[in-house]
């Protein structure tokens, strides 16, 4: 059915919904790559393509073969350069959180507890700690790469593994189904070149874990004792007490709409 006619083309309405939905896959995919290296990768890659147009135009064959060949490798080479982004979209895509919300809400309020007066003991002595939050991915080659615990979680745990005589605590703690599956796991550190110069190995390591893992990422600073979240390949620093509890209800699925105005103004917990 002819919904729009423009000159001698025919605009119907399956034609706005094509436009529509390549609209929204364009704006979800340049959300997806904003604030990575693969912005100016994507911006190279047109230039090619521009440049591969106008060399056809003035008919100028030998470069328009060198740069046609460029090309004709180009979908591999996109794979190998957008890997850590396409391995974080796939991720994402075959993970369903709402189901893990529905089957596991029952230990998520204690873990959270104990995680919570862990970190206000670690941030006040200024102990380094990397806590990692798996919702629904098994991270089983972190979880290989540390020492295996499978324990209950406690902030009395917490403090010994992260205690600086101990000989775990330099790496990360992986919690996953409300329990500590591993100690002193060494994540993947982000080769993101906008961060800050100011954060150390452990921000970086957050940073990496969490660009390519649906997963939450609580650090606390060993020279500030600041406390930091990384999700989704973005870090906030400078957490305080309700910040935190909020972050940790909402990716662990205990926060609810009634719940959410007064978990931000618990007034014993405003600050560290």
């Known amino acids: 059915m002819e919904f729009l006619p423009i000159g001698f083309l025919e605009f119907g309405i399956k034609d706005l919904l094509e436009t529509l939905a390549i609209a929204i896959v364009i704006v979800l995919l ?44 180009g979908v591999i080479a996109v794979i190998i350069i957008f890997q850590p982004e396409i391995r974080k979209l796939l991720y994402n895509i075959g993970q369903n959180t709402s189901l893990y919300r529905f089957f596991d809400r ?102 990496g874990i969490s660009e390519v893992n649906d997963v939450l990422v609580l650090v606390v600073s060993e020279e500030t004792g600041r406390v930091s979240v990384a999700h989704n390949g973005s870090l906030t620093s400078g957490m305080t007490i309700q910040k935190l509890r909020y972050e940790m209800e909402k990716h662990l699925g205990e926060t609810k709409d009634e719940d959410k105005e007064s978990s931000s103004f618990r007034q014993s917990e405003l600050e560290l």
């Open 106 to 207: 029952g230990g998520s309020f204690s873990v959270i507890e104990e995680v919570i007066e862990a970190v206000k003991s670690l941030s006040r002595s200024k102990t380094g700690a990397l806590i990692v939050f798996s919702k629904g991915t098994a991270l089983n080659d972190l979880v290989d790469s540390g020492v295996k615990i499978d324990a209950k979680v406690s902030s009395e745990l917490l403090l010994t593994i992260f205690n600086k005589d101990t000989p775990l605590h330099d790496g990360a703690v992986i919690i996953r189904d409300n329990k500590i599956f591993a100690a002193s796991a060494y994540l993947p550190i982000s080769q993101n070149p906008s961060i800050s110069s100011v954060f150390g190995t452990r921000h970086r390591a957050a940073l």
């Open 30 to 73: 340049y959300r997806w790559i904003r604030g990575s290296f693969a912005i100016p990768v994507v911006i190279g890659l047109s230039i090619v393509f521009l440049v591969n147009g106008l060399v056809s135009l003035f008919g100028l064959t030998t470069i328009n073969f060198l740069l046609r060949r460029m090309l004709d490798v």
